[in-house]
Each structure stands twice: as C-alpha cells, then as structure tokens.
C-alpha cells in the first residue's frame, strides 16, 4: 500500500475514532473490561500493600534501632523487661520480652529449672523470630502473584482484542484501520494494564523480601548475642 494512501486513511479515520483511554474502555468488548477491571483493581491493591510495607518496614527498623541503643546503654535487663513486659514495640523487643519471660518462669519458685534452660531460651527465641518474619512478609505473597500473572491476564485481554478485531473484518470484509484499529487499541490497552500491574509488584517484592530478610538476620544476630549474656549467667548461677 502507498504511504500516502495509508496517510489519508488515516486522517479520513481520525475525526471519527475516539481512541481515549475511556474511550477504548467503553468500546471494548465484556470479557476485555473484565480483565481491565481486574487489572486496575489489582494495581491498585498492590500499591495499598507497598506503602504499607514501605511504612511498616522504616517503623521497624527505626524502632530496632532504638532498641539496641537502650539494650546495649547499661541499663538493667530488669528494668528494661519491666518497661516492655505489657506491649514489646518491635521485633527485638519481643525477642527480649520472650526470651526474659522465660528465664524468670525457670527461676520461679523453689526449686529453678534450670537444667536446658539456655535450649528453652533459643526456642523460645526461634519461635519469635519466625512470628515476627511471618508477621513482616504478610501480603508479600499477593505482590508476588500480581507480578507473576498480571502480565498473562493482560495478555489474555490481548488475545481477546484481536479475536474481535478479525471477527470485525470477517464480518465486515474491510480491512481499513477504521475497522481494525479500535480492536488492537483495546488489545494494546490490555497489555499495558498487565505491565501497569505486574512491573511496581515485581520491583517491590523483590525490594522488601530483602529488606525483611536483613530484619531477619538482624533479629537472629540479636538473639544469638543475647543467648550467649543469658548462658554466661545461667553457668554464672550454676
């Protein structure tokens, strides 16, 4: 076809296609809005889930970083499990709490359990810090699957598009950009939602699975240091 004709064509085209955004929402077919539908409903979950991750992830850390200041002051491990006892502020703090809780109910009554009570200590500990990684990787899962499947629905959509677009021919028997054009637009229209979605779930569940694996390792740095003062006074006492 010649250039100049595809031109002219296309400017005949132009005044009577609306290709807006909306537009191509509303002109397209059902199974196509669904999937737009889903698609937006779907990004906009994963951003709600982002900044809640972004907030909950600069609270954590900055409140550990808090902690360890105060733990590693002097102060006394009394007076610090007394002032956390009722609500641990963050994840160390709960590591602290627990493992104190149980030293005190070892050394509770006359006779103290103290036989394996540096064991019962690292589990106790251990069972913390997978609450607590539990706890930071909630709704980590949604990101991921978003990511993994949003490009495969958008492509769905795209599929779907030119279907209609060469029944539109078929039926029509024109092959004109009047008729082909609203179709792939819609189609196009699908993809770029998929990638909307899937890109910012991609990069943000990669950046905070490892913010949440250096928060883990943090918390088990933490627990082993405290573990060896808590051993070194249970021999102490022994």
């Given at each position: ?40 409903i ?16 600069a ?14 002051s ?13 609500r ?18 070892s ?109 883990g ?22």
């Amino acid at each position: 076809m010649n250039p100049a004709d595809v031109t002219t064509e296309v400017l005949a085209v132009a005044p009577h296609a609306d290709i807006s955004l909306i537009a191509l929402f509303l002109q397209a077919h059902l199974v196509v809005k669904l999937v737009m539908i889903g698609l937006v409903i779907a990004s906009i979950w994963c951003w709600a889930i982002i900044v809640d991750k972004f907030i909950l992830v600069a609270r954590t850390r900055k409140t550990m970083d808090r902690f360890e200041e105060v733990f590693w002051s002097g102060q006394s491990l009394e007076e610090l499990y007394r002032s956390l006892a009722g609500r641990p502020a963050n994840a160390l703090a709960a590591l602290f709490v627990a493992a104190m809780r149980e030293w005190k109910r070892s050394h509770e009554g006359d006779r103290p359990a103290i036989a394996s009570l540096s064991q019962r200590i690292d589990r106790v500990m251990d069972v913390t810090i997978a609450r607590e990684t539990e706890r930071l990787e909630k709704r980590l899962l949604v990101l991921a699957t978003v990511g993994s499947a949003a490009p495969f629905i958008g492509l769905f959509g795209t599929v779907w598009g030119i279907m209609t677009s060469f029944q539109s021919i078929a039926a029509s028997n024109n092959t004109s950009l009047a008729v082909v054009a609203p179709g792939i637009a819609e189609a196009l229209f699908a993809t770029a939602l998929g990638l909307l979605a899937a890109i910012p779930a991609v990069i943000a569940y990669n950046k905070f699975n490892a913010e949440v694996s250096h928060l883990g390792s943090r918390m088990e740095s933490f627990a082993d240091e405290f573990s060896a003062i808590l051993s070194r006074q249970i021999d102490e006492r022994a």
